[in-house]
T-cell receptor, first 116, second 116 residues
Framework: AQKITQTQPGMFVQEKEAVTLDCTYD???????LFWYKQPSSGEMIFLIY??????QNATEGRYSLNFQKARKSANLVISASQLGDSAMYFC?????????????FGKGTMLLVSP | DTAVSQTPKYLVTQMGNDKSIKCEQN?????MYWYKQDSKKFLKIMFS???????INETVPNRFSPKSPDKAHLNLHINSLELGDSAVYFC???????????????FGAGSRLTVL
């Protein structure tokens, strides 16, 4: 079974600063994927970034980067140069292997508030 | 064009009623999912279908019955609604395993169900 742990219920950051959202995971699968999704107050789930367990380099997507430390089983999201629009709930998720198809196991989320 | 669309967005009903939520995706994906997000924002997989066939059923009560008339549609029917069914239900889709896009789930905007 997969487990995702997000220990920060809420984070505050000032505009233009960088922020790191923590995520640790547990799995017995030799191969897995890690994801971050953003859920603004409007409610939709927006895919941000993906990291494969065998990827050699940390994933980056614009202002988002994933600090993947396999030995520590951590997959922290780093948002550089925070913007007011980054205020949202952020979910770390892991792809499980169930009958060979992808499902996502989610953490409990971290609420990020960006202040001017 | 909305990639994954769910209707209705809001649904308020009495205990004991039967209701349905519809989902359609125009991404050409073969796999579709239903997730439930509870009042604490926790997201959990309920069902997954691949090309109209049920592949994942995560110990969801029998009152919940998904139906996939074709691979672009996955509807969720709920019988005898209970207070605890109040939640936001998300539909999602992804490509077949082994394809480059298989890792990422694309979510609909969610359907907020309130049972009184």
């Amino acid at each position: 079974a997969q487990k995702i742990t997000q220990t920060q219920p809420g984070m505050f950051v000032q505009e233009k600063e960088a922020v790191t959202l923590d995520c640790t995971y547990d799995t017995s699968d030799p191969s897995y994927g890690l994801f971050w999704y953003k859920q603004p107050s409007s409610g939709e789930m927006i895919f941000l970034i993906y990291q494969g367990s065998y990827d050699q380099q940390n994933a980056t997507e614009g202002r988002y980067s994933l600090n993947f430390q396999k030995a520590r089983k951590s997959a922290n999201l780093v948002i550089s140069a925070s913007q007011l629009g980054d205020s949202a709930m952020y979910f770390c998720a892991m792809r499980g292997q169930n009958s060979g198809y992808s499902t996502l196991t989610f953490g409990k989320g971290t609420m990020l508030l960006v202040s001017p | 064009d909305t990639a994954v669309s769910q209707t209705p967005k809001y649904l308020v009903t009495q205990m004991g009623n039967d209701k349905s939520i519809k989902c359609e995706q125009n991404l050409g994906h073969d796999t579709m999912y239903w997730y439930k997000q509870d009042s604490k924002k926790f997201l959990k997989i309920m069902f997954s279908y691949n090309n109209k066939e049920l592949i994942i059923n995560e110990t969801v009560p029998n009152r919940f019955s998904p139906k996939s008339p074709d691979k672009a549609h996955l509807n969720l029917h709920i019988n005898s609604l209970e207070l605890g069914d109040s939640a936001v239900y998300f539909c999602a889709s992804s490509q077949d395993p082994g394809t480059p896009g298989a890792n990422v789930l694309t979510f609909g905007a969610g359907s907020r169900l309130t049972v009184l």
